[in-house]
Nanobody, 116 residues
Framework: QVQLVESGGGLVQVGGSLRLSCAASGPTLSLYSMGWFRQAPGKEREFVAS????????YYADSLKGRFTISRDSAKNTVYLQMNSLKPEDTAVYYC?????????WGQGTQVTVSS
């Protein structure tokens, strides 16, 4: 079973930056695609970005390209989400996700609040 622990959330002003971390543990991590999702109050959870452990291929929600960057450190089993030029609409709980075939794991989430 894969375990995911997010960190790095907090309160930031408009235009600021944050870097979220997701520490992963468990067997065969290299098989998984790692992703970030977010859920704002009253809204459905939405895809933010994903990356493969093996080749580092990255994918982004179209609306976030250019501001958010996903990366991974395989030696540390950690995935990062660098968020720049933050806007109030980026306020949400951010969740780390690991997916491989029928296996799907979630972290507990970390709150990001962007204040104006």
């Amino acid at each position: 079973q894969v375990q995911l622990v997010e960190s790095g959330g907090g309160l930031v002003q408009v235009g600021g930056s944050l870097r979220l971390s997701c520490a992963a543990s468990g067997p065969t991590l290299s098989l998984y695609s790692m992703g970030w999702f977010r859920q704002a109050p009253g809204k459905e959870r939405e895809f933010v970005a994903s990356i493969t452990w093996s080749g580092g291929s990255t994918y982004y929600a179209d609306s976030l390209k250019g501001r958010f960057t996903i990366s991974r450190d395989s030696a540390k089993n950690t995935v990062y989400l660098q968020m720049n030029s933050l806007k109030p609409e980026d306020t949400a709980v951010y969740y780390c996700n690991a997916e491989f075939l029928k296996y799907n794991y979630w972290g507990q989430g970390t709150q990001v609040t962007v204040s104006s």
